[in-house]
């Protein structure tokens, strides 16, 4: 019942945003919820149940496009009357609290308008895999919230803000991921039709390899290093001896083996979370053939086949 609630509070701020979105663009609102897991999981940017999290990235996107920022504060609902009585659909109550209401809707684009825009969202939010996705999300956030802070300007972005910007994150992150933020960038300003000042700037180059430069050793995260045969039976030798049953030991080892074996990205054989199962994506029993001496294993969907081939 939480997650109805939750995704009907949701559907109505998203439909919102798709109406209003040219109207929005470099505006700061801010919505008051008087549901406290809406106004987490908004924070948060991230939720369990599936239809809000893809609600959440919707909402997302929309804002990063258009370029205005959603700022979600809880609020009592007794202390909200007017908000509230409409979403018990209590209207007598509402007009009396809200007078000046207009009773009669008010769109500013046609509902095929609507749908064409809801649509070329949902194919500019699919072109990246969810775990690039969510990584942008962040990036493109904190990018956000350092031109807020700092009074810059973030659509367009000129090479100064982003200098600013680079010079802001190596204060705190690795470089690896100071790239991956500035990609998330460089995608916010393709998805409005500019210009990315991150685009072949030697400025923005050269402040990253300072970045690396100047970064101490000892704060360097360290190369993985390669599971050998030797590390592999000692894997195995573990689960052995581990507490778990009997049945998650052998699953323990049948995706460690398929992942050596099979020189597999983790993300070829496993779910990041119970609730991202994907049966069109992730690996099923249909994937696995077992003939006499050997196995084969179909990869639908992976980092360097984002279009699902598949290979095996």
Same mark, same amino acid.
């Given at each position: 019942?939480?997650?109805?609630?939750?995704?009907?509070?949701?559907?109505?701020?998203?439909?919102?945003?798709?109406?209003?979105?040219?109207?929005?663009?470099?505006?700061?609102?801010?919505?008051?919820?008087? %549901?406290?897991?809406?106004?987490?999981?908004?924070?948060?940017?991230?939720?369990?149940?599936?239809?809000?999290?893809?609600?959440?990235?919707?909402?997302?996107?929309?804002?990063?496009?258009?370029?205005?920022?959603?700022?979600?504060?809880?609020?009592?609902?007794?202390?909200?009357?007017?908000?509230?009585?409409?979403?018990?659909?209590?209207?007598?109550?509402?007009?009396?609290?809200?007078?000046?209401? %207009?009773?009669?809707?008010?769109?500013?684009?046609?509902?095929?308008?609507?749908?064409?825009?809801?649509?070329?969202?949902?194919?500019?939010?699919?072109?990246?895999?969810?775990?690039?996705?969510?990584?942008?999300?962040?990036?493109? =956030?904190?990018?956000?919230?350092?031109?807020?802070?700092?009074?810059?300007?973030?659509?367009?972005?000129?090479?100064?803000?982003?200098?600013?910007?680079?010079?802001?994150?190596?204060?705190?992150?690795?470089?690896?991921?100071?790239?991956?933020?500035?990609?998330?960038?460089?995608?916010?300003?393709?998805?409005?039709?500019?210009?990315?000042?991150?685009?072949?700037?030697?400025?923005?180059?050269?402040?990253?390899?300072?970045?690396?430069?100047?970064?101490?050793?000892?704060?360097? =995260?360290?190369?993985?290093?390669?599971?050998?045969?030797?590390?592999?039976?000692?894997?195995?030798?573990?689960?052995?001896?581990?507490?778990?049953?009997?049945?998650?030991?052998?699953?323990?080892?049948?995706?460690?083996?398929?992942?050596?074996?099979?020189?597999?990205?983790?993300?070829?054989?496993?779910?990041?979370?119970?609730?991202?199962? %994907?049966?069109?994506?992730?690996?099923?029993?249909?994937?696995?053939?077992?003939?006499?001496?050997?196995?084969?294993?179909?990869? =639908?969907?992976?980092?360097?086949?984002?279009?699902?081939?598949?290979?095996?």
């Amino acid at each position: 019942a939480h997650g109805n609630i939750s995704c009907s509070l949701h559907m109505g701020t998203s439909p919102a945003a798709c109406t209003w979105e040219h109207l929005l663009q470099g505006q700061r609102i801010t919505v008051h919820c008087d %549901n406290m897991a809406i106004v987490q999981s908004w924070s948060n940017q991230s939720a369990r149940h599936p239809g809000i999290l893809h609600l959440l990235r919707t909402l997302f996107f929309i804002t990063a496009k258009h370029s205005f920022i959603v700022r979600l504060v809880h609020l009592p609902g007794k202390l909200n009357r007017i908000a509230d009585a409409l979403s018990r659909n209590q209207l007598s109550l509402f007009s009396a609290l809200a007078p000046q209401a %207009n009773p009669q809707p008010n769109t500013s684009t046609s509902r095929a308008g609507r749908t064409l825009s809801h649509q070329m969202e949902k194919l500019l939010h699919r072109a990246l895999a969810p775990s690039t996705f969510n990584t942008y999300q962040t990036g493109i =956030k904190r990018y956000y919230d350092f031109c807020s802070t700092h009074h810059r300007k973030p659509l367009p972005g000129t090479t100064r803000t982003l200098a600013l910007f680079v010079t802001d994150l190596s204060l705190t992150l690795q470089p690896r991921t100071i790239q991956v933020y500035i990609s998330a960038v460089s995608y916010l300003h393709h998805v409005n039709g500019l210009e990315s000042p991150t685009t072949n700037n030697p400025v923005i180059k050269l402040l990253v390899q300072g970045v690396e430069r100047s970064m101490p050793a000892a704060h360097l =995260k360290p190369k993985r290093q390669p599971i050998t045969n030797n590390i592999l039976g000692q894997m195995l030798s573990q689960l052995d001896r581990d507490h778990r049953t009997a049945h998650d030991r052998l699953m323990l080892k049948a995706a460690i083996t398929l992942g050596f074996f099979g020189l597999l990205r983790v993300s070829e054989f496993t779910v990041a979370n119970q609730h991202g199962f %994907n049966p069109e994506q992730h690996l099923t029993m249909e994937d696995i053939t077992m003939h006499k001496d050997s196995m084969v294993v179909t990869i =639908k969907r992976s980092k360097t086949d984002q279009k699902g081939e598949g290979c095996q």
